[in-house]
Structure formats: structure tokens, C-alpha cells
């Protein structure tokens, strides 16, 4: 194995590392974080020892064999939820790796980006291309990736209305902006006056308080003379999804991505049929999607609004998660 200054002992969020070599065979290298966005599957998962997968850092050292490798000591990569896949799946060669039964999960499957080294996989780390910075990048590796992929099979044209419920969180910010760069007229959908002032200064065409406005359905479809022609779900909590068949035009497409763990989708059957819906899950994305998301971040058309917080602040992040008060992303800085 070839590598660069690698010590004994690291930070890791929840459990302390023991500080045991760390081994990296055959198709892994080892990446040193600067930073990790922290997204609400972390904690709808927060299961496993190390979360997180969000992350951008440098490698460091990588395995012997991987003499093939796309990637090399010195590189800036990103580490996103899917850390590996088999590559050799009739999934992984349709493109849907994500879908791998052999997948592996960062944070979930494997040790996640909440540490300051991580093991990953050289096929799957996501080449961070110059011109942005780590903690800018760090959310595009999850919440931009997800929501890109998602706007990017939504059926949707330039010109026609999307509708984001969750607009102000760390997807849905980001889906507006994707959203944006297709062409698309946005609804912002979530609450507060901060994710109002938030959701239209990157560009949504109108705001609904789903708190306060009394009939969503009404609202949206005189907005859109007579219904959107997409609803891209990114709430983490089921009330999201509620009325998005009965505001979306005859065509449209529901998008389901926040994942409310246990809850179960609720659509009328007969308007499903009669107004020709297509109803959708849309889960991460696999490489390129991740390289295309990156590049239109590295162009400047899509930038995360986060605040930085250290290492040791996760579980105050994960509170203001639960109350829904994070406006855009906290990015977690691992030297801090
Ligand atoms: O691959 C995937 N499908 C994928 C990838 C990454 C994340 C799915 N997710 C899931 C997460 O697990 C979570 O369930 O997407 C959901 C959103 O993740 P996030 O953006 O990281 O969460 P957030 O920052 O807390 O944002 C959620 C927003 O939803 C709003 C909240 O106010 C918050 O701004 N919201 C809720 I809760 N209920 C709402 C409602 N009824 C709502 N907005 C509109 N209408
Ligand atoms: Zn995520």
C-alpha cells in the first residue's frame, strides 16, 4: 500500500477509534476528511458508528492493486451515501448502482464520513473538480446528487411548474436551484419566515407556508392554472406528500424522495388513473449523476447555503434537525 503521513489515532463522531493499522486492500483507499454535510438520513439511520456521507478530503494512501485505479494519492474526492456498488449487476449496468444488492452504504454499511479518515472505494469516490470548495462541495454529494437525479427523471420541460415540499432543508434548497437550471418554475413549499427569505432569494417563483395556507391544492392550482406539472418530495415527514396528486395537472409526476420511514404513500387510486399520474421513488444517484451534479456546483449555478460546525456539535445538529429550524445544510468541519 502507498500512502502519505497517516498517525496512529483519529476523531470519529459517537465511538472512539482504537487506533488499530488500518488496512486498504485491492479497489480501496483511504481519504482524509476536511468536512461532512450532515443529512436527515443520518439521523432517521442514526444507527450506525460512524454516519455521515457527505464528505470531501484528500487521499492519502490507496491499495497496492489498484493499479487501474481512476483516482490517485492527492486527489480531492467526495464520499456519498452509495461507497461502493459491484459494477457487474444487471442494476450497476443499467446505471441504477445505487440499487446494487451488493451495495455499500456510507454511514450505514459501512463507516461513514463523520471522522477525520475514512476507507473508501476507488471506483465509487466522486473526483471534486477545481473551482469549489470542500465545504461547498460537501452537500452536493447527497442532497445535491439526490435532488438532481430526482428534477432530472421528473418528465418535466423547461417552463413547466415544480412544486418542492420541503424547499427549505438541505434537499429541497438545492432542488430549487437545480430546478432553476432546467428551466422549471419553482413552488417553494415549508414554513417559517428564514426558509421563506431563503427559498426565494435562490430563485423560486412563489413561497407557500404549508403552516399557514389553508388549502394547498387551491393555492397551486390557481397558481398554475390548473396544476403542477411535478411535485419533487423532499420532507422528512409524510405530511409532505399528502395532497400532491390532487395539485398535479393530468401527466404529472409525483417524485418521491424524503423518507419518512414507516409512513405509507396516500394517493387516491381513481384520480391516479383518471388524471394519468405517474408516481415515482428516486433514490441517491450513481456516478455520473454525482459527477454531473459536482460540475454544475463547480460552475456556480448551484451553490449549498450552509453554516459550519465541528466534529463535536453533531448532536446539537441533530436537534435542530428534529425541529426543523436548519435553514439549507450544516457542514461538519472534521478539524474542528
Ligand atoms: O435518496 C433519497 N431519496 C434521499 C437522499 C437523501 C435524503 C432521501 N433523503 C431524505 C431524508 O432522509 C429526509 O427524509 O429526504 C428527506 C429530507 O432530507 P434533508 O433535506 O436532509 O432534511 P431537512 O434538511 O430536515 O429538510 C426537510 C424539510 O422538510 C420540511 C421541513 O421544514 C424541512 O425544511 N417539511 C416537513 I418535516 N414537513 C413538510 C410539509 N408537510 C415540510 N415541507 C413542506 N410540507
Ligand atoms: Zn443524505
Known amino acids: 500500500m502507498a500512502s502519505i503521513d497517516i498517525p496512529k489515532f483519529q476523531t470519529a463522531a459517537v465511538v472512539d477509534h482504537s487506533g488499530a493499522n488500518i488496512r486498504i486492500d485491492h479497489r480501496k483507499c483511504l481519504v482524509k476528511l476536511e468536512c461532512s454535510g450532515a443529512c436527515h438520513t443520518d439521523l432517521h439511520a442514526a444507527l450506525g458508528d460512524w454516519p455521515g456521507h457527505e464528505g470531501v478530503g484528500i487521499i492519502v494512501a490507496i491499495g497496492n492493486s489498484t493499479a487501474n485505479s481512476p483516482v490517485k494519492i492527492g486527489d480531492r474526492v467526495g464520499i456519498k451515501w452509495l461507497a461502493d456498488s459491484c459494477l457487474n449487476c444487471e442494476d450497476c449496468k443499467k446505471g441504477r448502482e ?19 479518515y475514512v476507507v473508501s472505494f476507488v471506483n465509487h469516490v466522486t473526483p471534486i473538480p477545481e473551482g469549489i470548495a470542500s465545504d461547498a462541495a460537501a452537500s452536493v454529494l447527497c442532497a445535491g446528487v439526490t435532488v438532481y437525479r430526482a428534477i432530472k427523471y421528473s418528465q418535466t420541460n423547461p417552463g413547466d411548474w415544480i412544486v418542492l415540499p420541503g424547499a427549505g432543508g438541505g434537499l429541497g434548497h438545492l432542488a430549487i436551484q437545480y430546478a432553476r437550471v432546467r428551466g422549471l418554475r419553482v413552488i417553494a413549499v415549508d414554513t417559517g419566515a428564514h426558509k421563506k427569505e431563503l427559498c426565494l432569494k435562490l430563485g423560486a417563483d412563489k413561497w407557500i407556508d404549508f403552516m399557514e395556507c389553508k388549502d394547498i391544492v387551491s393555492e397551486i392550482k390557481s397558481i398554475t392554472s390548473g396544476g403542477a406539472h411535478s411535485a419533487v418530495v423532499t420532507s422528512a415527514s409524510a405530511s409532505g406528500y399528502q395532497q400532491a396528486v390532487d395539485y398535479l395537472r393530468p401527466g404529472g409526476t409525483l417524485m418521491a424522495v424524503g423518507l419518512p420511514g414507516k409512513s405509507t404513500l396516500e394517493a387516491s387510486i381513481f384520480f391516479t388513473v383518471f388524471k394519468s399520474i405517474s408516481i415515482l421513488g428516486s433514490y441517491v444517484g450513481n456516478r455520473q449523476d454525482a459527477v454531473e451534479a459536482i460540475d454544475i456546483a463547480a460552475r456556480g449555478q448551484v451553490t449549498v447555503h450552509f453554516e459550519t460546525k465541528g466534529l463535536k456539535d453533531l448532536e446539537e445538529v441533530y436537534e435542530g434537525m428534529k425541529a426543523g429550524k436548519i435553514a439549507g445544510r450544516i457542514v461538519l468541519d472534521m478539524s474542528k
Open 98 to 116: 445505487q440499487n446494487c444488492s451488493k451495495a455499500k452504504l456510507s454511514g450505514f454499511t459501512v463507516d461513514g464520513t463523520f471522522q477525520e
